[in-house]
């Protein structure tokens, strides 16, 4: 036992490098199947997604259309559309649309006026009636205004809105000059119906209710109908100054002829036709005979072959009356 021949290990004797080498040995195959698990997990899910858009149906008509024609992101873009168009309409539906328009107007301009378009000289020519602030107002020119955005149509289709506006020229002159020339109707009559009183054009144009006495001096017609035809028949009767000066209203009887109220109370039947020749002859009538001066209340001209006259009441009694006292008297032997 004590040892003539070599010394034979146990396996258990192989000591610490045996013992590496088996740990590496074991460690290298584990890696090598887990490889193996993973790129067959990736290969399999690539092919199965393969099989399955080649199994899959292909889509609809339609959506296989809008898939080939519609760009790229247009769903956002409608989206975005769908929200604009709702928030509109929610604007519209609570009676806001007029506060945004204004809103976003007074933006532009304001953004406009910083750059140097303000409005900065207004000329305004052929204005009487209308001072320039009311000119301005009625056009929609305001402070905020400004040139670069200010409509000169929209402008110029407001003022001929206006009655006293015939007709209206604007004119942008950048950067910053506005002009206006109008042509003004001038006042011609006052014109009353249904007991109401109102200054009108010479064509008959309704300028404004009367309510200033600077027009007091104007002649006054009266009737439906009558503001169309004053201008003539005024014109007519300027001819006959004896009888104008003593008119005070022109009443139109029946959209066909005229009366003439004179300032004594005195009405003038006038024809419906040969208007002139009655005017010429109740002139001379009033010269010769003072005919106007007369106790009548009435003269009537609408027959071409006689003339007319209504006394008053008074003068009719005192008519009656001298007619009694020249009748003659009965003698007391008469039967």
């Known amino acids: 036992m004590d040892g003539a021949g070599p010394l034979v290990r146990s396996p258990r004797s192989l000591g610490p490098q045996a013992d590496l080498r088996a740990a590496a040995i074991g460690a290298v195959v584990l890696l090598r199947e ?7 997990l990736r290969l399999g899910m690539r092919l199965g997604r393969a099989e ?17 024609h519609v760009p790229h992101r247009a769903g956002v ?11 509109g309409l929610g604007i519209v539906k609570g009676g806001h649309a007029t506060e945004v328009g204004v809103a ?16 900065t000289e207004v000329g305004i020519n052929g204005r009487k009636q209308l001072s320039q602030d009311e000119v301005l107002a009625i056009g929609g ?9 200010l409509d000169a149509s929209a402008v110029r289709e407001r003022l001929k809105a206006n009655p006293w506006i015939a007709d209206a020229t604007v004119l ?6 506005l002009q206006i020339d109008l042509v003004e109707r001038s006042a011609f009559a006052l014109w009353q119906r249904d007991g109401k009183l109102s200054v009108i054009a010479d064509d008959g144009a309704v300028l404004e209710p009367y309510v200033s006495r ?6 006054l017609v009266v009737g439906k109908g009558a503001e169309t035809h004053a201008r003539d028949f005024l014109a007519l009767l300027a001819r006959y100054p004896q009888v104008g000066a003593a008119t005070m209203a022109a009443i ?16 003038i039947r006038l024809p419906e036709n040969d208007v002139g020749n009655a005017l010429a002859a109740l002139s001379k009538l009033d010269k010769e005979d003072r005919l106007f001066s007369r106790d009548i209340v009435a003269v009537d001209m609408r027959l071409p072959d006689r003339l007319t006259v209504q006394l008053s009441d008074n003068a009719a009694k005192a008519r009656e009356d001298l007619f009694k006292d020249k009748k003659p008297k009965k003698k007391a032997g008469d039967a």
Do not use: C
């Open 252 to 267: 139109f009887v029946g959209e066909r002829r005229w009366n003439l109220r004179l300032n004594d109370g005195l009405d």
């Open 52 to 68: 399955s858009l080649l199994d899959r149906e292909p889509p609809p008509r339609l959506i296989a259309w809008i898939e080939r």
């Open 77 to 87: 873009v409608a989206t975005a559309l769908l929200l604009l168009g709702s928030a």
């Open 104 to 119: 976003l107007g007074d933006s532009r301009n304001a953004l406009a006026n910083s750059i140097g378009f303000r409005i």
């Open 214 to 219: 600077r027009f007091l001096s104007l002649p």
């Open 172 to 177: 942008k002159l950048y950067p910053g000059q």
């Open 34 to 40: 887990r490889l193996g698990m993973r790129l067959g």
């Open 141 to 149: 020119v305001h402070g905020r205004s400004s040139l670069l955005f």
